[in-house]
Structures are given as C-alpha cells and as structure tokens.
C-alpha cells in the first residue's frame, strides 16, 4: 500500500455509539492531521500531530478524540456524536522541514453520517 | 480571521473552453497551495506557488500568485471531462503554525464532452 489510507469508507451511528476512524501513512512522513469537510463550509482544520506530539487543537469538541500511537497511524475516536457532526473526515500527513511550504497528502476520506 | 474567497463557486463548461478561478484575500501569504479533488477521494496537490507574481503551469493549467501574495489565480485551457473536480486554494502563513493551512470554499468545475 502506498500513500494514505483511512478505514472504514463509510460509516453511519447513532448518537450514543462509540467508533473510530483509522488513518495510516506510508510515506514516512513525521506530521499527521484530522480535517473535517462539510458542504459549503472551507477544510476545517481539527488536529495536528508532529512526531507524535499534539500540536495543533483547533477548539474541538471533546466528543471527538484523537490519539496518534506512532508516526505513521492516527485514530479519531468518535463518542455521543451530534448529527451536524455528520462530514467527510480527512486524515492527511505531511514531512515538515523547517519551512512553512510542507504540502500535505490527503487519505479519500471517511463519509460519517450521524443519524 | 483570515479568509480565502474563491469565486466561481461552481463552473459548468463544455468541453475545450478556457476557464480561469479566482483566490482571494485581504491577507497576505507567504505561499499558496492549489489542490484538487475529484468525487469520493481526498485532496492532491497540484502547485505550490511562493513568489510574488510568479507563474507556474501544469500541462494545460496556469497557475499565477499576485505580485502582493494576497491572491492567485487558475486558468485552464481547453478543458477537458478529466478536468471535472473541486480545485481547493490554501494559504500558508508567515510564521504561522506549521501545516495550519487556510482553505478556500473550492471551485467545483465540471466539464461536459
């Protein structure tokens, strides 16, 4: 496998259900983020991971919660969700170097639907 | 809050025109990043642009950031279906966190053979 793969595709729960989204890079990269894509709304950046470390929590709601193992996985674990939470959750990774220019590889995303 | 316009929102052609996209802001970046992407996957990169008023092209894609880094602008000569996409404009910081990219809405172009 090359690139960034999230698992699972889709994925629909209730509100009171407890999941997680998965995200593995196989590009060596040291840096990994959670972005959330909605309908007519910018990317909305979530969490920034940098060799393993939390960076970056842009006032996320604790009902989502990150957590990043090693540098080429990161999960989102999803609890007692709201149905606007409903999105498409882009994991992507980047090799930061010292300069702000770092483009970032993007896995195809997770469809979540909250019902 | 920083913001990146991009305008058209959506864009429907026919096959072999020209088409330009806007991205704009009051802010000033030190680089600016276009991606696209197609139905059911993520974002890719196509060009990373860092000086002001530089010209970049891609095959049939043009790609130029303003003399003042506040704004960019994609042109697209003879599109084709496979051009079909969201383009996406993210705005790089001076000094700003790294990887805290500011995005635009997108410009979904579709392109009819």
């Known amino acids: 496998e090359t690139g960034v793969t999230q698992t699972p595709r889709h994925l629909v729960m209730g509100m009171t259900n407890k999941k997680s989204l998965k995200c593995e890079q196989h590009?060596?990269?040291?840096?990994m983020y959670w972005y959330k894509q909605s309908a007519k709304k910018p990317l909305e950046l979530m969490f920034v991971?940098?060799?393993?470390?939390?960076?970056e929590n842009n006032s996320v709601p604790s009902r989502f919660s990150p957590e990043c193992p090693n540098s080429s996985h990161l999960f989102l674990h999803l609890h007692t969700l709201q149905p606007e939470d409903s999105a498409l959750y882009l994991c992507?990774?980047?090799?930061?170097?010292?300069?702000?220019?770092?483009?970032?590889?993007f896995g195809n995303g997770t469809r979540l639907t909250v019902t | 809050t920083q913001l990146l316009e991009q305008s058209p929102q959506f864009l429907s052609i026919q096959e072999g025109e020209n088409l330009t996209v806007y991205c704009n802001s009051s802010?000033?970046?030190?680089?600016l990043q276009w991606y696209r992407q197609e139905p059911g996957e993520g974002p890719v990169l196509l060009v990373t642009?860092?000086?002001?008023?530089e010209v970049k092209k891609l095959k049939r894609l043009t790609f130029q950031f303003g003399d003042a880094r506040k704004d960019s602008s994609l042109h697209i000569t003879a599109a084709q279906p496979g051009d079909t996409g969201l383009y996406l404009c993210?705005?790089?910081?001076?000094?700003?966190?790294?990887?805290?990219?500011?995005f635009g809405k997108g410009t979904k172009l579709s392109v009819k053979p």
């Open positions: 802010s000033v970046f030190s680089s």
């Open positions: 992507a990774s980047s090799q930061l170097s010292g300069t702000d220019n770092s483009p970032l590889h």
């Open positions: 993210a705005g790089v910081n001076y000094g700003g966190s790294q990887g805290n990219l500011i």
């Open positions: 590009l060596g990269h040291n840096a």
């Open positions: 642009v860092v000086t002001g008023g």
């Open positions: 991971y940098n060799f393993k470390e939390q960076t």
